[in-house]
Nanobody
């Protein structure tokens, strides 16, 4: 079992930045690839970014490429999502997730995740 706890959400103006954190606990939590998803009001949960267990490969949704950066510190069992140049359409609850079986490349889907955090709300005002 892996437990995930997100933090770092909040209210920010368009063009601003936030850094989300996801702390993982449980056996071999640092061996898991990790991903970030988000869900806006009235919309389906969607993939944002993912990182392999060793941090060597990262994947991004087209909508956040060049603005968001995913990273991890396995010594701290923490995955980060640095979000820059935020837009109102980035407003959503952001979730950290981990799969038991790593999807290929950027094919991360919510249904393939086995562990989820409770989410942290990001609100971007215009």
């Amino acid at each position: 079992q892996v437990q995930l706890v997100e933090s770092g959400g909040g209210l920010v103006q368009a063009g601003g930045s936030l850094r989300l954190s996801c702390v993982a606990s449980g056996r071999t939590s640092s061996h898991y690839a990790m991903g970030w998803f988000r869900q806006a009001p009235g919309k389906e949960r969607e993939f944002v970014a993912a990182i392999t267990w060793n941090g060597r490969s990262t994947y991004y949704a087209d909508s956040v490429k060049g603005r968001f950066t995913i990273s991890r510190d396995n010594a701290k069992n923490t995955v980060y999502l640095q979000m820059n140049s935020l837009k109102p359409e980035d407003t959503a609850v952001y979730y950290c997730a981990a799969p038991s079986i790593v999807p290929g490349g950027s094919s991360w889907r919510p249904g393939d995740m086995d562990y989820w955090g409770k989410g942290t709300l990001v609100t971007v005002s215009s």
